[in-house]
């Protein structure tokens, strides 16, 4: 149980455009989902909180125009990046947890790899 | 500023060794410290995790340790295999709040 999926797993796009990634957790109702962003070889950078039905809450120095999250539904959430540049290239991850029943536990995505051209 | 500070960045261990990485923390608030284990190109898996009332935990051949007056905390992985080649983060958590991670280990069991 506690499967959390990411599509697409990688995508490719030209600078400019936006992209969207979903993130669905499949066996379990997420109250909570996160988005994370990470470099090669580097550490988990958490970009934004959201709670189903609310508005996201962004870290510090996170563009919340730029990274559009919407999380409608107990069982996903959507990362937009709009205007996607080269520096936005990287690995992002999302997890969710479903608080009502488990606050500690936070179930991670396979990753969505992009790549800005 | 890191909250969670990891070491080491890499580790090279030979097949049917003993794995330790070592982490530390300020924030006498948090309750919750997680260990997770990350392929290349795949999202982070929960390996084992640990609250502060107790002072060690293990889970097959995953062992965490916990100091909590020096504010440390440590994975061991006995007999180590070449498939658990990959990379460990440890985490912190206070409450209901997010998770703080640290900065990575890269481990590699050679055979």
């Known amino acids: 149980g506690a499967v959390v999926s990411q599509h697409p797993s990688w995508v490719i796009c030209k600078s400019g455009t936006s992209v969207k990634i979903e993130c669905r957790s499949l066996?379990?109702?997420?109250?909570?989902m996160f988005w994370y962003r990470q470099f090669p070889k580097q550490s988990l950078m958490l970009m934004a909180t959201s709670n189903e039905g609310s508005k996201a809450t962004y870290e510090q120095g996170v563009e919340k125009d730029k990274f559009l999250i919407n999380h409608a539904s107990l069982t996903l959430s959507t990362l937009t990046v709009t205007s996607a540049h080269p520096e936005d290239s990287s690995f992002y991850i999302c997890?969710?947890?479903?608080?009502?029943?488990?606050?500690?536990?936070?179930?991670f995505g396979p990753g969505t790899r992009l790549l800005v051209l | 500023q890191q909250q969670v500070k990891q070491s080491p960045q890499s580790l090279i261990v030979q097949k049917g060794g003993i794995s330790i990485i070592n982490c530390a923390y300020e924030n006498t608030a948090f309750d919750y410290f997680p260990w997770y284990q990350q392929f290349p190109g795949k999202g982070p898996a929960l390996l084992i995790a640990i609250r502060p009332d107790v002072s060690e935990k293990k889970e097959g051949r995953f062992t965490i340790s916990f100091n909590k007056s020096a504010k440390q905390f440590s994975l061991h992985i006995m007999d180590s295999q070449p498939g658990d080649s990959a990379t460990y983060f440890c985490a912190a958590k206070a409450g209901a709040n997010n998770l703080f991670f640290g900065t990575g280990t890269r481990l590699t069991v050679i055979p």
């Open positions: 997890s969710a947890r479903n608080a009502l029943v488990d606050q500690e536990t936070q179930y």
């Open positions: 066996d379990f109702q997420a109250t909570t």
